[in-house]
T-cell receptor
Framework: GIQVEQSPPDLILQEGANSTLRCNFS?????LQWFHQNPWGQLINLFY???GTKQNGRLSATTVATERYSLLYISSSQTTDSGVYFC???????????FGKGTTLSVSS | AAGVIQSPRHLIKEKRETATLKCYPI?????VYWYQQGPGQDPQFLIS???????DKGSIPDRFSAQQFSDYHSELNMSSLELGDSALYFC??????????????FGPGTRLTVT
């Protein structure tokens, strides 16, 4: 099955810093999503981005499907950005999401 | 906008008991998924339904069963609970187009604790 690898596993930032999170996947995919899991456990949709670039406020994402990777950019980080960021891709059957292990982000003031 | 609704939000059960988790998808979504997230782990796919029929099956124990009803809500039934079943259980929903599931939206989860 498809393998999803995220890096770095952990990231510690000061408030105001920028960061880039990476997601590599082992096969072509029809769907890629980025999520933020907050400290209360909620999974919040950030981007649905099978290819191309999208921006939403301080966050943006780029997926290069032909090279099998996606990047999530966080600019001017805030303490509320803390949590785990997951990348997930649709399996080959197109019926379930396969998650990476996540990047744990800690932003301190 | 309406989101995915899950109930209950928290559940405490003893070993060998049964539990039923409920999920109400976003209106007009035709596909429902269940995921299990253990402590410090990533969510793992359990099972999915499309138009009330089982669509795909992941790492779901035989002690668990699920179904999707005529109103599209889904229930996950868990029997003979074990300590290792303690986890956060997510339901998600989406639309399926040309055989491919579009963006999945997740509910708030049910936190199950087995003692």
């Amino acid at each position: 099955g498809i393998q999803v690898e995220q890096s770095p596993p952990d990231l510690i930032l000061q408030e105001g810093a920028n960061s880039t999170l990476r997601c590599n996947f082992s096969d072509s995919v029809n769907n890629l999503q980025w999520f933020h899991q907050n400290p209360w456990g909620q999974l919040i949709n950030l981007f649905y981005i099978p290819s191309g670039t999208k921006q939403n406020g301080r966050l943006s994402a780029t997926t290069v499907a032909t090279e099998r990777y996606s990047l999530l950019y966080i600019s001017s980080s805030q303490t509320t950005d803390s949590g785990v960021y997951f990348c997930a891709v649709l399996n080959q059957a197109g019926t379930a999401l396969i998650f990476g292990k996540g990047t744990t982000l800690s932003v301190s003031s | 906008a309406a989101g995915v609704i899950q109930s209950p939000r928290h559940l405490i059960k003893e070993k060998r008991e049964t539990a039923t988790l409920k999920c109400y998808p976003i209106p007009r979504h035709d596909t429902v998924y269940w995921y299990q997230q253990g402590p410090g782990q990533d969510p793992q796919f359990l099972i999915s339904f499309y138009e009330k029929m089982q669509s795909d099956k992941g790492s779901i124990p035989d002690r668990f069963s699920a179904q999707q009803f005529s109103d599209y809500h889904s229930e996950l039934n868990m029997s003979s609970l074990e300590l290792g079943d303690s986890a956060l259980y997510f339901c998600a929903s989406s639309l399926r187009l040309a055989g491919v599931d579009l963006e999945q939206y997740f509910g708030p989860g049910t936190r199950l604790t087995v003692t």
